[in-house]
């Protein structure tokens, strides 16, 4: 069988839907003929065995819905960033991440807006649809009628790299945020409990850039870091006091189940995605944890 698989979250910094991506591409190249295609130079997987297609080098979406279903002549179009290119007739594999698009919209920048909601009804009904966990599972039964869903968790490899931290010292007891800043994982919100709480350990806020939110008035216990690569990131997870995840919704949560796998304390909203984790050391907090 032959797949070509949709890499632009391969592109730039990974988030969690990068690591993803990654961790579906190596084993999929070991056993299929795989061709892993963006529209501009990206991040390839070490060990990866496939074909690799880069261009035109054109707007990302319009590259998707052009240019990517016509790259290869292969069996299956896999496309892991909630949408399939529209109206090809081409079997097409989609994974949904979440909806937050189409039920919480003013979350996103217009960008995001136009490139998923009018491609999210005929990707649902043509494709195969593989989603992370059971919530997701039961919106996209409950708002558009489809009945075939197969959910897949994403597992979380132990990380057996070099951990690494070369910036500036951290302190020797502290809480960790990580993910991307972005307005549904409540930052602001956290931001203000330490700012009431001035005896509390530092807070490291790890992540990448998002949209719609921007941090102001940080006190002195707050740091913000930005992005940090995966041995950083591990570096980060081995030695906090706990993982702090206070957001309002989540398709799956990553970061969660990163630290949870190293037997670090959660600390997490309890949202049904999060609450389908299995881990010992999760702490789940209604969302007003001030009380």
Request: glycine share 6%; with cysteine.
């Given at each position: 069988?032959?797949?070509?698989f949709?890499?632009?979250?391969?592109?730039?910094?990974?988030?969690?839907?990068?690591?993803?991506?990654?961790?579906?591409?190596?084993?999929?190249?070991?056993?299929?003929?795989?061709?892993?295609?963006?529209?501009?130079?990206?991040?390839?997987?070490?060990?990866?065995?496939?074909?690799?297609?880069?261009?035109?080098?054109?707007?990302?979406?319009?590259?998707?819905?052009?240019?990517?279903p016509?790259?290869?002549?292969?069996?299956?179009?896999?496309?892991?960033?909630?949408?399939?290119?529209?109206?090809?007739?081409?079997?097409?594999?989609?994974i949904?991440?979440?909806?937050?698009?189409?039920?919480?919209?003013?979350?996103?920048?217009?960008?995001?807006?136009?490139?998923t909601?009018?491609?999210?009804?005929?990707?649902?009904?043509?494709?195969?649809?593989?989603?992370?966990?059971?919530?997701?599972?039961?919106?996209?039964?409950?708002?558009?009628?489809?009945?075939?869903?197969?959910?897949?968790?994403?597992?979380?490899?132990?990380?057996?790299?070099?951990?690494?931290?070369?910036?500036?010292?951290?302190?020797?007891?502290?809480?960790?945020?990580?993910?991307?800043?972005?307005?549904?994982?409540?930052?602001?919100?956290?931001?203000?409990?330490?700012?009431?709480?001035?005896?509390?350990?530092?807070?490291?806020?790890?992540?990448?850039?998002?949209?719609?939110?921007?941090?102001?008035?940080?006190?002195?216990?707050?740091?913000?870091?930005?992005?940090?690569?995966?041995e950083?990131?591990?570096?980060?997870?081995?030695?906090?006091?706990?993982?702090?995840?206070?957001?309002?919704?989540?398709?799956?949560?990553?970061?969660?189940?990163?630290?949870?796998?190293e037997?670090?304390?959660v600390?997490?909203?309890?949202?049904?995605?999060?609450?389908?984790?299995?881990?010992?050391?999760?702490?789940?907090?209604?969302?007003?944890?001030?009380?």
């Amino acid at each position: 069988m032959k797949i070509t698989f949709d890499g632009r979250a391969l592109c730039g910094n990974l988030t969690g839907i990068g690591y993803f991506t990654k961790s579906l591409v190596l084993p999929l190249s070991k056993h299929f003929e795989v061709s892993l295609c963006a529209h501009k130079n990206f991040y390839i997987p070490e060990g990866f065995l496939g074909n690799i297609l880069i261009g035109p080098d054109v707007y990302g979406s319009l590259w998707f819905h052009t240019f990517f279903p016509r790259l290869q002549k292969d069996d299956i179009l896999f496309c892991p960033l909630n949408v399939k290119p529209y109206k090809t007739k081409k079997k097409c594999i989609s994974i949904i991440h979440d909806l937050t698009p189409f039920l919480f919209p003013n979350w996103h920048k217009l960008k995001i807006r136009l490139t998923t909601l009018p491609f999210l009804e005929d990707t649902i009904s043509n494709s195969f649809i593989i989603t992370l966990s059971n919530k997701i599972k039961k919106e996209i039964e409950r708002y558009f009628q489809k009945k075939e869903i197969f959910v897949i968790p994403p597992g979380c490899n132990f990380y057996k790299g070099e951990e690494k931290w070369e910036r500036e010292k951290l302190e020797n007891e502290y809480f960790l945020y990580l993910g991307t800043i972005e307005p549904r994982k409540n930052l602001k919100f956290l931001i203000e409990f330490w700012k009431e709480n001035k005896n509390l350990p530092t807070l490291y806020i790890a992540g990448d850039k998002g949209w719609k939110i921007k941090l102001k008035n940080i006190p002195k216990n707050v740091k913000i870091i930005g992005y940090v690569r995966e041995e950083e990131k591990y570096f980060l997870i081995r030695k906090c006091l706990a993982l702090i995840y206070p957001s309002s919704y989540e398709g799956f949560g990553l970061p969660v189940l990163e630290a949870g796998a190293e037997g670090i304390p959660v600390i997490s909203t309890k949202v049904p995605a999060v609450e389908e984790y299995k881990i010992n050391s999760l702490i789940l907090i209604n969302l007003n944890f001030k009380n």
